[in-house]
Each structure stands twice: as structure tokens, then as C-alpha cells.
Nanobody, 120 residues
Framework: QVQLVESGGGLVQAGGSLRLSCAASGRIFTINTMRWYRQAPGKQRELVAG???????NYVDSVKGRFTISRDNAKNTVYLQMSSLKPEDTAIYYCYLVHYGSTYSREDFWGQGTQVTVSS
């Protein structure tokens, strides 16, 4: 059993910055890719950013140059640094871990979500 705890969400004015954190604990065996998703009311969930165990990153086009994903493997934590925030970034942000259990079966986990609200 793996638990993900997210933090760092809140209210910020357009142009401001926020840093989201997602820490994993519990029965952790192998964590590969760590990802951030977001979902606004009435809108589909979308992949925002991902980072591999080796540090390779990818981003959705709308956040390139503004968001940075990083990880601390020793702490089993993934971060999302968000800068130059826009009202359209308003959403609930969820972290997601690609995890393999002791038998190397997929046992992925979602965070509880953290609200990010950007005012104009």
C-alpha cells in the first residue's frame, strides 16, 4: 500500500508562482515515472508533466517554459514548480506514480488532489 500526500496548492494572482509537492510513503518497491495531471470542472483530465526515474521530463505544450517538474528520489517526492500562472491553469492538480510491486505488477497510485486557483 502506497499513500501519496499532496501540498502546495492555493490562491495566487495571474503571473504569480506556486510549488506543488507530492510525497509517497508506505510499501514502496519500484517507482518509475512520476506525473502531474490536472482537471478543471467540466473538463477532461489532462497530463501536465512527467519525469522518469532518470530525470527525463516532458510537458504539455500549454505549460512549456512556465512549469518545471522535478523529483527527489531519496524522499520519494515529486514537485511541480509553476511560474507565470494564468487563470486557465486553475484546476485540481493530481500526482500519479507509475509503481511496481514486489511481484513487478503495476500498482499505480493517485494523490488526493490539491486545488490551484489563479485569479485575474
Amino acid at each position: 500500500q502506497v499513500q501519496l500526500v499532496e501540498s502546495g496548492g492555493g490562491l495566487v494572482q495571474a503571473g504569480g508562482s506556486l510549488r506543488l509537492s507530492c510525497a509517497a510513503s508506505g510499501r514502496i518497491f519500484t517507482i518509475n515515472t512520476m506525473r502531474w495531471y490536472r482537471q478543471a470542472p467540466g473538463k477532461q483530465r489532462e497530463l501536465v508533466a512527467g519525469i522518469t526515474s532518470g530525470g527525463s521530463t516532458n510537458y504539455v505544450d500549454s505549460v512549456k517554459g512556465r512549469f518545471t517538474i522535478s523529483r527527489d528520489n531519496a524522499k520519494n517526492t515529486v514537485y511541480l514548480q509553476m511560474s507565470s500562472l494564468k487563470p486557465e491553469d486553475t484546476a485540481i492538480y493530481y500526482c500519479y506514480l507509475v509503481h511496481y510491486g514486489s511481484t513487478y505488477s503495476r500498482e499505480d497510485f493517485w494523490g488526493q488532489g490539491t486545488q490551484v486557483t489563479v485569479s485575474s
